[in-house]
């Protein structure tokens, strides 16, 4: 889920302080079994971290906490979510596929402000 370059404590941390970013949480009875961190920049919500526990998968929660995000970003004013799955992840392509998400044809640019080599 994560890469060497990307710090989870940080972005949680980042998306903690302010109103415009969440953390959902989905249980099954006392177990976490599904979360995900959103947000928006005032016109388009993402999504990030989208984990379900791998015992238990295939049961609906990644679906659940998917439409949690939705209806997050519907109350906070935003109409369309966006998210980044990388090109050689079939998985869970497909995963977004089943929830009528559609891939767009868009060029992501990147640069690290802190003067970091690009990543891949």
Request: aromatic share 10%; net charge positive; no cysteine.
């Amino acid at each position: 889920m994560t890469r060497p370059w990307n710090d989870p404590a940080a972005d949680i941390a980042l998306a903690r302080r302010g109103p415009n970013a969440t953390i959902l949480i989905g249980r099954d009875g006392d177990a976490v079994v599904a979360s995900v961190l959103t947000g928006h920049d005032g016109h388009r919500g993402w999504v990030y971290y989208v984990a379900v526990d791998p015992g238990h998968s295939r049961k609906g929660f990644g679906r659940a906490i998917m439409n949690a995000a939705e209806d997050w970003l519907r109350h906070q004013g935003i109409a369309k979510l966006q998210l980044l799955v990388r090109r050689d992840n079939a998985k869970v392509k497909a995963f977004y596929e089943t929830l009528d998400y559609t891939e767009q044809d868009r060029v992501i640019y990147a640069k690290w402000l802190d003067g970091r080599e690009p990543t891949p």
